[in-house]
Structures are given as C-alpha cells and as structure tokens.
C-alpha cells in the first residue's frame, strides 16, 4: 500500500463505506432471526455469522479504494450508484422483504461495481484490484438472492 499523505481523507472515505454498511444493518438484523430464518435457502447458503466479517472487510476495502482515488481525482459517479444500490439492496431484500425485486436491485449493483472498477482501475490500478473481492461477493450474493427468489415462490 503507498504511504497515506492524507488520514482524514482516509478515514473519512473507510467510515463513509462502513456507514452505509451500517444502516443498511437496521433493517437486516431484526429480519435475520424472524422472516429470514423462515425462508427456503439452497444448500451453498453460508452461516448467517459469515455475512457481517465478509462486509466489514469489503466495506473496508471499498473505502481504501476510494481514497486512493479520490486523493487523485474526482470520483466517479458509478462508485456513489454503486453505493445507494448497495445500501439500498438491505432495504428491499430485509426492510421490504421482497427477493424478487432485491435480485433486480443486486444485478444492477454487480454492474455498477463492475463500472466503478473500471474507472477506478484507470486512475489506480490498486484502487481497481482492491473492489474484485466486492464484485466476486456480490456475485455469489446474487446467485444466492436468486436461488430465494425460486426457492420461495
């Protein structure tokens, strides 16, 4: 990693990542024991202890990348979609309570991230290579909203 000429940019970018993490935790973890448990979820479901680690780091991440590139540039408006789409995926699929229309939500998302690692590979490869772990998660998070959706008709 190149040395931080800038902490609160850094700091700022982490938490404004994890924020969005942590709102969309509200309506997720009061669904979590109740409607969540209930529903019909395929075999390759991981234990629901696995998700909350899995997103502290990919926020993390995310934040990392967007310092990098917001210390050199303005940031790309793909990364802020990608972010309400992210945010907003927690809202429909827990809040909402409606697969169907998250699975849309989270097939749009995979390309805004998909978008955001490509303007931001053109500006610090790091930045770029720092978001994969993200798109390949939201990859197995889509085929498991899908599976959801067909499995709770």
Known sequence: ????????LL????LLCEGAGIL??????????????????????????????VWTLLYLLMGVSLYLVWQKKRVPPAFWVQLILNFSWSIIFFGLKNPALA???IVALWIA???????????????????????????????????IVILNP
Do not use: E, H, R
């Open 24 to 53: 969309g935790s509200f309506f997720t973890v009061s669904s979590i024991p109740t409607w969540y448990a209930a529903l019909n979820k395929p075999a390759f479901s991981p234990p629901n202890f696995i998700f909350g680690p």
């Open 1 to 8: 990693m190149p040395k931080v000429k800038n902490w609160p």
């Open 103 to 105: 699975f849309v939500n």
């Open 11 to 14: 700091i700022f970018s982490i």
């Open 113 to 147: 991230i998909f978008l955001t690692i490509k303007s931001f590979y053109k500006i610090n490869k790091l930045a770029g290579n720092l978001l994969i772990p993200y798109l390949l998660w939201v990859t197995f998070a889509s085929f498991l909203n899908l599976s």
